[in-house]
């Protein structure tokens, strides 16, 4: 299976259909679920009875009322009700769309596959998202090859896969089958306020040399070099250890923690790179961020209070309605840690995310198509860009509309990562029990209640258990 991260930036601006930018948030493969049954995946046809053509080609039948339910975070929901699912409608006047939004996508929706009563489509996204792999294994997730090779909204000599780019295709797999849509491009890496260190004649550091001795002059000032919330995102900070030490040790450090290789939190780079972290936490940082949801957490980083937050390219749509005139988003790499770093300052970890499913056993799995295969029309696409500030995987939607600061840097950190770009950790929606586990961890091992060895002792030895345990699906990579 190829991955994202090994995208050239060309291709995927290209893809995307821009010459200097490519951003988008996005929230991983995040996941919670355990359900009844033990179906394979369904291949939703035409069973709905209504005639299929190239403007209709699962054969929707706009009697069916369809069930929405959008993951209201970071990106809110309005993209959804007023625009993808307007769409829809205008597509199939008179249909009913039913939509739910909510940051508690576990909570609400477990019960109902449990049940049985399943929306069409789902927006899985957020710290309590639904267990993947899980579903899959149960025959909830919809084969989505049907969609990929449907003709597009905007050309139908054209398959829908000919107009995303082939990241898209690539992580939509789970045990091979095409299951999974990931609609946005994300960078993730460290983001703070270009102005205020315009304004203080400060530059983003390349070194770690430079990035502590930038925290004695911030603290000198009041101001912290780094947090990350404790509470509700600790995430975050699970990431951001996770890219250190791919950058130290390069992308094969999570590839082999993906694939449940032998002590593969043990190696030298994790612990260096915890160990680093750590470090800046007791230093640099202050504990009563432990105590402190996301929100929270950026609105201190908008009120100057911290230099750097480690999280995605959504931020700023996220923290729009806050976000004071004086403060302008920018993302910065993560700085070298030592010399001999297998990648070199500038790489940052750019990939797809924000992943929607359709219900296989829902009423109305064309209709869940359908809806996918509409917001994979540029007009689906582009109205998204503009009502979140964040770019999604179809080829050309963006081009025309004017970018925001956040996007602007982002499109330069991209530029000049070049290839370098730092793979994501698909653990994290393979494996939910070893992800859910390290985001408790990492808040233990930051809070220097454990050692950083101790933290990579803990992670392998849950790593181990699900190795062993033959109940639990396993997944591999190659790169």
Known sequence: MSHPGEITRRQLLHRIGMTALVAGPGAGLLSACATGGSDEPATPTASSG??????????????????????????????????????????FPGVTVEHNATQQIGTQLRPLFVS?????????????????????AQGHLADLTALFDAPSVDDPAKKVRDTVTPAVIDNAKIDGKDLVLNYTVSHRG???????????GWTPPKTWAEFTALGETAKAEGIHLFAYPGQK?????????????????????????????????????????????????????????????????????????????????????????DKPAGFEYAIAP????????????????????ENFFVSAKGK???????????????????GFTEKTLNLTVVNGAAEGLALTPALKSAARAQDAAGQNIITDARFE?????????????????????????EFCARMQARA????????????????
């Open 50 to 91: 209504a005639a299929t053509s190239p403007k209709n080609p699962f054969g929707v039948d706009a009697k069916k009322p369809l069930k929405v339910t959008i993951f209201s975070g970071g990106y809110g929901d309005a993209y959804a009700r007023e625009l993808h699912e307007e769409l829809y409608k205008k597509a």
């Open 116 to 136: 049985g009563d399943v929306p069409d489509v789902v927006n899985n996204s957020g710290p309590e998202g639904l267990d993947l792999v899980a579903l899959a």
């Open 190 to 200: 460290l983001w703070y306020n270009a102005r205020l260190f315009a304004d203080k």
């Open 233 to 321: 995102g600790p995430y975050y900070q699970l990431w951001n250890a996770l890219y250190t030490a791919a950058k130290i040790g390069g992308n094969q450090v999570i590839i082999d923690i993906d694939n449940l290789v032998d002590n593969a939190w043990n190696v030298a780079a994790v612990k260096q790179a915890v160990a680093a972290w750590v470090h800046i936490q007791a230093k640099y940082s202050d504990k009563s961020y432990f105590g402190l949801d996301h929100t929270q957490t950026q609105v201190k980083h908008l009120q100057n209070k911290l230099l750097f937050y480690p999280v995605g390219s959504w931020i700023e749509n996220e923290m729009a309605k």
């Open 334 to 353: 993560i700085p070298d840690l030592t010399a001999a770093d297998a990648m070199p300052y500038g790489a940052i970890q750019v990939g797809v995310g």
């Open 364 to 382: 109305n799995p064309q209709g869940g198509l359908e809806y996918l295969r509409i917001m994979l029309s540029k007009e689906g696409a582009r």
């Open 429 to 453: 929606g393979w494996y939910k029990q070893l992800f859910d586990y390290g985001t408790e961890q990492i808040n233990v091992v930051m809070a220097g209640r454990i050692t950083p060895d």
């Open 464 to 479: 181990d258990k699900i190795k062993k345990d033959t109940s639990v699906p396993k997944q591999t990579r190659s790169q």
